[in-house]
């Protein structure tokens, strides 16, 4: 299903057959950006496995979504739902952009695309994880309607550098 488009940009959901590009992706922004949990050279995934790792999300109903120019991959966001009846009205979300991939509303498309995912299968919060000096993803989160809900202090070590992430969610409708 293809959700959006901005400029070239098309918001679409992944197929397997996406996988070698989207982990091209994935080594590209590990390499250009220090907001991922990922350093370089850490992923370690090879295309069978990640191709696998998204059939895994399809037969759960989970969601990833890229953003494609031409046959290249530039962005993308997930969703990936908990497990038990307690706990699967709500989804986990991921999301990163290409430096040159963002300010061009990329995503917000994505965002706007996992909101429609959400209602379509019945989760009512989403919840992510920013660290908390990454000011414009915060801003983006925040109007697509995530709010504070905390802090985790000293989580990760960047560049040898203690980081606090913030907890954020949005409850939807």
Known sequence: MIFGQVDQLRIRDAEL?????VLRMLNELDEETRFMMLEPGERGLDVARFAGWLADLRLRSDCYLVAGEGS???GFAHAERGLYRRNKHSAEVVMGLLPRARGRGVGTKLL???DEWAARVGVTRLELTVMAHNLPAIGLYSKRGYAAEGVRRHSLVVDGQPVDE??????TE
Do not use: G, H
């Not at 913030?166 to 409850?171: C, E, F, G, R, S």
């Open 166 to 171: 913030l907890v954020m969610a949005k409850i």
């Open 72 to 74: 290249e991959v530039v």
């Open 17 to 21: 057959s996406d996988a070698a590009a």
């Open 112 to 114: 706007a695309a996992i």
